[in-house]
C-alpha cells in the first residue's frame, strides 16, 4: 500500500491512515505501487522476508483500470459531445477526440474545501477567472451541491458548468482531453498521472509524492491567486503522452504470479 510521502505529512490520527497501518502489520503479502511505497514500508519494519511477510512493487492496479476502461470511454462515451466541448467539426463523430484541449475539469468534494464557505468561495472564484481563458466542467458532488446552496455560493461565470455527477466511463472521458485538471481527489490526481493530463490539487497536501516529483502535478492549496499561479505554471510545461512510469505488465498480472508462487503453484 501507499504510504503519504513526505509531501504529505498527515497527522496520524486520519482514519485512513491508521487503517492502512494495521493492515500493513498484519499483512503477509504486501503489494505496493511503486518504490517509494517500499521504501516508507521498510522505515516502518516492514521488509521482505522479515517475519514472513512479502513486500513487493508491482506497479497501481488503478492503471490496469484505467488502462481497460479509458479504450471503452473513447468508443462509448459521449459525453464530449453532450456538453457540446468538441469543435463542431467533430460534434457528428462519435469517437472524436479533441485536437487541443479546451475545457478545465474540476473536481471538488472534501469537507475541508466545501465546509469552509471562505474556502469554498475562493476556489469558485478561481474557477471564474480560469473561464476567461476556456470553460470549466464541474461535476457537482451531492456535499459541495448542497454547501453551495447552503452557503449561498455559485460560480459567476456562464462557462463553469456545473453538470451532474458523471459516470466512471464518462468522467475517464472527460479527464482525458481536458485541458488541465483541478481537484481536491486523490483518485482522480493519480487518473490525471497515468492519462498524462496536467493536474492542479487544491489541497495544502497530496498522498501521491510522485505526481509532484514527476511534473504531472502542482498542489496549490485554496486560496485564489495559489490556485491561477499554479494553473499558469503547469500551463507553461509541455503536455506529454503518457507517465514515464508506465508498466508492459500491469499490476494484476503481477499479483497473480505472486500468489500462485506464495502458494506453491
Known amino acids: 500500500m501507499q504510504r503519504t510521502s513526505k509531501i504529505a505529512r498527515l497527522p496520524r490520527p486520519i482514519r485512513q491512515e491508521l487503517n492502512r497501518l494495521l493492515t500493513d502489520h498484519l499483512s503477509t503479502l504486501l503489494f505496493c505501487p511503486t518504490d517509494e511505497a517500499v521504501r516508507n514500508l521498510s522505515k516502518e519494519g516492514i521488509n521482505n522476508g522479515m517475519r514472513g511477510q512479502w513486500v513487493k512493487n508491482v506497479g497501481d492496479v488503478m492503471h490496469d483500470s484505467i488502462l481497460y476502461y479509458?479504450?471503452?470511454?473513447?468508443?462509448?462515451?459521449?459525453?464530449?459531445?453532450?456538453?457540446?466541448?468538441?469543435?463542431?467539426?467533430?460534434?457528428?463523430?462519435?469517437?472524436?477526440?479533441l485536437g487541443t484541449p479546451n475545457y478545465y475539469l474540476a473536481t471538488l468534494h472534501r469537507a475541508e474545501n466545501t465546509?469552509?464557505?471562505?474556502?469554498?468561495?475562493?476556489?469558485?472564484?478561481?474557477?471564474?477567472?480560469?473561464?476567461?481563458?476556456?470553460?470549466?466542467?464541474?461535476?457537482?458532488?451531492?456535499?459541495?451541491?448542497?454547501?453551495?446552496?447552503?452557503?449561498?455560493?455559485?460560480?459567476?461565470?456562464?462557462?463553469?458548468?456545473?453538470?451532474?455527477?458523471?459516470?466512471?466511463?464518462?468522467?475517464?472521458?472527460?479527464?482525458?482531453?481536458?485541458?488541465?485538471?483541478?481537484?481536491?481527489?486523490?483518485?482522480?490526481q493519480k487518473e490525471a498521472y497515468w492519462l498524462g493530463v496536467p493536474c492542479v490539487t487544491l489541497r495544502e497536501v497530496t498522498e501521491w509524492g510522485y505526481t509532484v516529483k514527476e511534473g504531472w502535478n502542482i498542489v496549490s492549496g485554496w486560496k485564489t491567486s495559489d490556485i491561477l499561479q499554479a494553473i499558469q505554471r503547469i500551463l507553461d510545461r509541455k503536455r506529454r503522452k503518457g507517465a514515464d512510469t508506465m508498466r508492459k505488465k500491469t499490476a494484476s498480472e503481477k499479483i497473480v504470479q505472486i500468489l500462485l508462487d506464495h502458494s506453491g503453484n
Open 115 to 188: 465546509d469552509d464557505p471562505r474556502r469554498l468561495k475562493s476556489i469558485l472564484k478561481a474557477l471564474d477567472e480560469i473561464s476567461d481563458t476556456a470553460s470549466v466542467v464541474l461535476p457537482l458532488h451531492p456535499r459541495t451541491k448542497k454547501r453551495m446552496e447552503s452557503h449561498r455560493l455559485q460560480p459567476k461565470s456562464k462557462k463553469v458548468k456545473l453538470i451532474e455527477p458523471v459516470s466512471y466511463l464518462n468522467m475517464l472521458k472527460l479527464e482525458k482531453n481536458a485541458k488541465t485538471i483541478l481537484t481536491d481527489s486523490g483518485g482522480v
Open 70 to 97: 479509458s479504450r471503452i470511454a473513447d468508443q462509448k462515451s459521449t459525453i464530449l459531445q453532450d456538453l457540446r466541448l468538441l469543435p463542431s467539426s467533430q460534434s457528428l463523430t462519435r469517437n472524436s477526440e
